[in-house]
């Protein structure tokens, strides 16, 4: 069991601190690269039209409190109705989107340039790791750790008498890969933390269709149960213009 | 320090914590100020965990020293909001909770990242 390795100082110089550094680069890089390729496509008019209505409608269900029973009725009729509402979707109408999807390329490409920013420099990034810094101990973290994670931490270690806390220059790639999140949050802004996730909801949306979120708005405006807050907030005014006379 | 340009939308909303089956809260600038815990939070990790290399915390000493700085944020960003936490958010969770656990792998990197360059070459 080896205590304490001596690493030679060189390996900070050349291997951890060069790492982070152009971990933390290609990071930047890859956001205004990212930047640069998103193509401007002008919004389908009609795609645009029922996600307003679709905002309108939303704001009337959450300020519903705020507006008298009869205006609050007419509005819903205006959005709900059977023969011309906002919200209401004739039978037939309803546009396949998977067919719309595939008719609309830019789309598809849009989201294959967004993958591949983020594939190719990390693919990158690991063969050159691989290839330069393969199989010596880079670094070790300052907490102990179970045998379990030898896998994970000494990536390209084949000794199991080296203390788990070292960790391989290959590790330590993917420590950073995971930790520097954060830090990207920080200096490129939210836009680029938010990238991850607006990519899951466009994959989980792939067959995203309008129409239903018309339907299913329509049919929310419809239970909702209209209770004027006007009562309360007199009610409200009056306990704190007694408490202002006293 | 955590708290810079914390609550930065301070005319939120209005009628405060006195009506509470009646949501009236700005999404947006709750977001906002959501968005400004997030990056205090995350600014403090990373500072933290330089602290904690440079100090040369190990093992269990460094994550207490973690949670300590967690806990002082949630403190200074309650104050910062004068212990009115329902004028800018809509739970405590936001302010007590929120980003503590998104933060810990950024404070594990820059923790062993100083640890390594000042104790152990």
Known sequence: MAEDLVLDTAIRDWVLVPLSVVMVLIGVLRYFVSKLMRSHQAPDLKVVKEGQVILRARNLRAAAGFIPAKSFRARKIYYTNEENGLLHVPKGQAQNAQAQMFSDPNLAMDMMKKNLSMIIPQTLTFAWVNFFFSGFVAAKIPFPLTHRFRGMLQNGIDLSTVDVSYVSSRSWYFLNLFGLRGLFSLILGEENAMDDTQRMMQMSGFGFDPTKSLGAEKDSIDIIQHEWALPKLEKRAEDVLKKLVK | ?121
């Open chain 2, 1 to 121: 320090m955590a708290v810079e340009g914390d609550p930065r939308a301070s005319a939120k909303k209005s009628l405060g914590d006195a009506l509470d089956d009646l949501p009236i809260f700005n999404a947006d600038n709750l977001q906002n100020n959501i968005k400004s815990i997030y990056y205090s939070r995350t600014f403090l990790s990373i500072i933290g965990g330089v602290i904690a290399g440079i100090w040369g915390f190990t093992g269990l000493t460094g994550f207490i020293f973690y949670f300590i700085v967690m806990a002082a944020a949630s403190f200074s960003l309650a104050a910062k909001a004068k212990f009115s936490v329902h004028a800018y958010f809509d739970s405590w969770s936001r302010i007590l909770l929120d980003g503590i656990f998104g933060g810990l792998m950024s404070f594990v990197l820059f923790w062993t990242f100083a640890y390594d360059i000042v104790h152990i070459f």
